[in-house]
């Protein structure tokens, strides 16, 4: 299998959970589907959703939850 990066969209603070007090969206080493949602991109208090865009399994996430990214940044990378 071939290591697969899921980028960001855009550029803003990355979230792993869409509200503090919830649970995230996906944990590392889990499998995704194309459509699940890996996290949201906060600009400007606007949120972005981030689907993984492509299955695959051992997901790992490349930044920690509340980190600044920029436009192009891997944010995870999974084994497509």
């Known amino acids: 299998m071939a290591k697969s990066e899921i980028n960001s969209p855009l550029p803003g603070v990355f979230y792993r959970r869409p509200s503090p007090d919830s649970e995230v969206f996906k944990n590392d080493g889990d ?18 959703e981030i689907p993984a865009g492509a299955a695959g399994t051992n997901l790992k996430f490349l930044v920690d939850d509340g980190d600044a990214v920029m436009a192009g940044q891997p944010i995870a990378e999974i084994d497509a």
């Not at 499998?31 to 972005?48: C, N, P, Q, R, W």
């Open 31 to 48: 499998t995704v589907a194309a459509t699940d949602i890996l996290g949201v991109i906060e600009v400007m208090k606007s949120f972005h």
